[in-house]
């Protein structure tokens, strides 16, 4: 029987796609190989949103050029957003790579299934894509370029397979899209996210329902109505900000000002006490002075993020900023930037974590870390705790004994013992 190995890198969405892949594969009788030594066919998914996944992603397909050397019957599949509409450069590029296919396809010598493949047992939190590509073409993205235009699924598709996944075990559904405040507007109809989540708050078995990316000059107060008053909703959004600039924010057309945002995150608290807010920083994009970096850390000081994902900017090829703005920057103040985010966020989430020291806090247990259980709050906050019993896919309380930055550890409530 053949075997398949992939390798994933980059967000959520590529994860998904490859959860997807390998749950058709195994419809047809394939079986997961431990490695891609062992494997007979291996796919690559890929990432190129930073020039340090591409370098992975080079990295590799290098290694596998060798391997392709010692065993040439080895079928070898390039997916994710490193394949663009030009097939003949990747070909010359990679002339052992067997093939190509674009994010969010299928392997092209497979044969289609009527339905999405999900995977048999999934993870007791799930994802569920809900749409593909982005029409905000920020200055500095390349994933317009990769995925297309804005393409949302059926609303009924989607609440079939999240009932399909509830079903099989999930917990909890993470709604994907790269820009998920978008979705509806191109349906009939013109569902929205927040018809979306009030007809998959109905869905028996699930407990929990989380949705990312936002975009924030896209999320409406009906949404935030909606993460207020639906009981499966959890209190947490992803809200990249990117810049605490406004000139900056301009360069990068991200299409509203840091007094916007500002209104958002507090209209966001307002609604609903106690959220959790996490963001994205991009340092060191073309042209931002110290001045415009301590604006960045001067808006992280002042709202206080629950999360802070930060990038040195690196150019990616085709966009506008690499057509129009010079990358002058050096890599050193670059990452002298970004290591006083890191050291910044490093107090704040160290001071957010040790209010919940004491607490009892419930969990959705994800699984099993060395001697561990793990799993996330509501909020999406970390937890360990230990426990001889197998306490995988579920909801329980944890009495929070110890704090730090990046995690909880805590001890599991008797009555739940």
């Known amino acids: 029987m053949s075997k398949y190995h992939i390798w994933t890198i980059g967000c959520q969405m590529n994860k998904a796609e490859s959860e997807r892949i390998a749950a058709r594969f195994e419809e047809l009788g394939y079986i997961a190989a431990k490695s891609a030594n062992d494997a007979d ?107 297309g235009r804005e393409r949302s699924r059926p609303l009924d598709e989607i609440i079939c397979e999240a009932e399909e996944l509830a079903r099989r075990g999930a917990k909890e559904v993470i709604l994907l899209g790269q820009n998920v405040d978008s979705y509806g507007h191109d349906l009939e109809g013109k569902p929205d996210l927040a018809d979306l989540l009030m007809e998959l708050n109905k869905v028996e078995g699930l407990a929990r329902l989380r949705f990312l990316t936002n975009h924030p000059k896209d999320m409406s ?41 500002r209104r958002l995150v507090r209209d966001l608290r307002e609604r609903v006490p106690g959220i959790a807010v996490s963001t994205d920083v991009i340092v060191g994009f073309p042209g931002e002075t110290e001045s415009q970096f301590g604006q960045s850390v001067d808006l992280l000081s002042e709202i206080k993020f629950d999360t802070v994902h930060v990038a040195a900017y690196s150019t990616r090829p085709g966009t506008y900023a690499a057509r129009e703005l010079e990358d002058d920057i050096p890599s050193s103040e670059k ?62 309380k944890i009495k929070i004994n110890k704090t730090s930055p990046w995690s909880l550890q805590g001890t599991i409530d008797m009555e739940e013992a």
Not at 357 to 364: H, K, R
């Open 41 to 147: 066919l291996i796919i690559l998914n890929s990432c190129v949103v930073r020039q340090s996944a591409e370098e992975r992603v080079t990295n590799k397909l290098h290694d596998l050029k060798h391997l392709k050397q010692i065993r040439p019957d080895i079928l070898l599949a390039l997916t994710g957003c490193m394949v663009d509409n030009d097939a003949s450069r990747l070909h010359r590029n990679y002339p052992y790579v067997n093939y190509f296919f674009k994010a969010g396809d299928y392997p092209p010598w497979l044969e289609k299934a009527d339905e999405p493949s999900l995977p048999q047992r999934p993870s007791p939190s799930a994802y569920v894509p809900i749409s593909q590509g982005c029409d905000n073409f920020c200055s500095y993205c390349i994933v317009p370029y990769r995925r």
């Open 335 to 396: 990452k002298a930037r970004l290591n006083e985010i890191e050291k910044l966020q490093k107090r704040v989430q160290s001071e957010i974590n040790a209010r919940l020291l004491g607490a009892e806090i419930e969990i959705l247990v994800e699984g099993k870390k060395k001697d561990k259980w793990y799993g996330r709050t509501r909020t999406d906050k970390l937890v360990f705790f230990s426990s001889p019993r197998d306490y995988h896919g579920k909801l329980l």
């Open 221 to 261: 107060p009906k949404l935030i109505d909606a993460i207020a008053g639906l009981d499966k909703v959890c209190e947490q959004v992803n809200l990249p900000v990117q810049a605490g600039s406004d000139a900056v924010l301009k360069a990068m057309k991200r299409g509203y000002t840091v007094g916007q945002y």
